[in-house]
């Protein structure tokens, strides 16, 4: 499984990345929009849990979902360290077909896990689940990579990284037809006796113009708050390379 191989350099790849800033924004977005002190959060796609953590620290009652048993072992473990375990639920299940066990107040979803559901389909099953397990008017928050992301930063580019006794070679191949990027991974990792173990595997993200996802939102009952190009609230566009957008739960009442 993709993310199961690139789960040992996934913190590696991302490193770059200020979740404590990330969580600041996320914590602004709630104060204006949510009325309230949501304490139940859903991350969706939560991967090495790094955001769930973050958020946890901040005194939220955190279930992460994730499809990836290696992500999710990853997040347990730093839960662990930090002695946050009692704050957190982990739930191996895909995104477009888990179930929880009552609703959240907010659904945060980080580093571009709704660019993975390449169909729209799939894409209707996510939010149309999010929706369902949304108090409310209850937030969904979540992010995706944009135009200039996928054409000048993934576009057909290769990257090899190494971390103790495993080599990952990372290949890209975007096509702008369809609008979907596929992500060739060989990983080879060592083993006891000295030799070299490979494997394979493919992923795929799809780009989303910002008028398709507002539509799929409305689609699913979502009320659209805002798209913003960074944590400074600037507004988003299609040209942006990461866009983060908000939408609130309306159920009929």
Request: with cysteine; glycine share 8%.
């Amino acid at each position: 499984m993709f993310y199961d191989l690139i789960a040992p350099f996934y913190d590696e790849i991302n490193g770059s990345l200020d979740y404590s800033a990330w969580a600041d924004f996320i914590e602004k977005i709630v104060k204006k929009e949510y009325s309230g002190t949501p304490e139940l959060w859903l991350d969706l796609g939560c991967g090495t849990g790094r955001m769930t953590l973050e958020l946890a620290k901040r005194g939220y009652d955190m279930t992460g979902v994730d499809s990836s048993p290696e992500m999710l072992d990853a997040a347990r473990d730093a839960a662990e360290r930090a002695g946050l375990s009692d704050r957190m639920l982990w739930l191996c299940q895909d995104m477009r077909e888990f179930e929880l066990y009552g609703t959240v107040d907010v659904t945060v979803s980080c580093l571009d896990c709704v660019n993975h559901l390449v169909s729209s389909s799939d894409l209707g099953r996510c939010f149309s689940l999010v929706h369902n397990y949304l108090s409310p008017d209850g937030l969904f928050i979540f992010d995706v990579n944009g135009k200039y992301k996928f054409e000048n930063i993934y576009a057909d580019r290769s990257y090899v990284m190494e971390e103790d006794g495993a080599l990952c070679i990372w290949q890209n191949d975007y096509n702008g037809r369809t609008k979907i990027c596929d992500f060739y991974i060989t990983l080879m990792t060592e083993c006891d006796d000295g030799r070299y173990e490979r494997f394979d595997d493919v992923g795929r993200e799809r780009m989303y113009t910002l008028a398709s996802l507002k539509r799929a939102l409305g689609e699913c009952g979502f009320e659209f708050v805002g798209a913003y190009s960074d944590f400074e609230f600037n507004a988003a566009t299609d040209a942006s390379e990461r866009i983060y957008i908000v939408a609130r739960c309306k159920k009929n009442t």
